[in-house]
């Protein structure tokens, strides 16, 4: 089970702020496009990744337990 | 213990003051500060107000990290920043930057690296609210892509 924690536009997208995937043997490319599919949730090719609050690339895996966060381009300050 | 903390997403107002007494030391003979406001116009556009969210736990981590990439681009150096989320109105003051050290360049320059490295890596989002409608900043059009899903490492001003 991987937790999914979604921000901004793609909060509004999904209609809520996080999300439960029950498999983690994926990369999270392969989670993007299953949340793609599953939830409508667009641009994601645009969106930073963290794993447990690090920053990562689409070809990490992910392990059992993992909180991802779908990071859309940021614009604090 | 809040107030001690020098990295600090919250949801209250800023004191300006307060962020700089956390820097201030006996080595320094210079503290810089930079305030982020909520501005009115943009290329003639009538912003309402603005509402800024974060992932707080991460927010506050990565702007320790670029605190770490300051203090290795200018040694002797003391930062401090806070940055508000929540609903903001014209003029309020959306984040604050203090820089300490013992000359004043440093100060200044560090300064101006951190704003440019929160716009970049922190994850803090703000959506203005228009006279007609919203808008999630940072994402409209895709302007800013992320070909390999994690931004660039630090240290753009070389």
């Known amino acids: ?77 | 213990m809040t107030e001690k903390k020098r990295f600090l997403i919250t949801e209250e107002p800023i004191s300006t003051e307060d962020v700089i007494q956390k820097v201030i030391r006996r080595e320094c003979g210079a503290v810089t500060t930079f305030m982020g406001t909520v501005r009115e116009f943009t290329q003639g556009k009538q912003t309402i107000r603005l509402e800024y969210h974060a992932y707080k736990s991460m927010a506050e981590k990565m702007l320790a990290e670029i605190d770490k990439e300051v203090s290795n681009k200018w040694p002797g150096v003391t930062t401090a920043i806070t940055h508000r989320v929540g609903t903001l109105e014209i003029t309020e003051t959306a984040v604050v930057i203090a820089v300490s050290s013992p000359h004043r360049k440093a100060a200044y320059e560090a300064n101006e690296y951190i704003i440019e490295r929160i716009k970049q890596i922190v994850p803090i989002w703000k959506k203005e609210y228009w006279e007609d409608g919203t808008t999630w900043v940072g994402d409209q059009l895709e302007k800013v892509p992320y070909p390999e899903g994690a931004p660039q490492k630090g240290a753009h001003h070389g």
């Open chain 1, 1 to 77: 089970m991987v937790k999914v924690l979604l921000f901004a536009r793609l909060q509004e997208e999904a209609g809520t702020d996080s999300l439960t995937v029950p498999q983690s043997d994926m990369s999270v490319a392969e989670l993007k496009q299953w949340l793609e599919k599953e939830y409508g949730l667009t641009s994601l090719s645009n969106t930073m990744t963290a794993i447990n609050e690090n920053y990562t690339d689409d070809s990490a895996l992910l392990s059992e337990g993992d909180t991802v966060a779908l990071i859309p381009p940021v614009s604090g300050g």
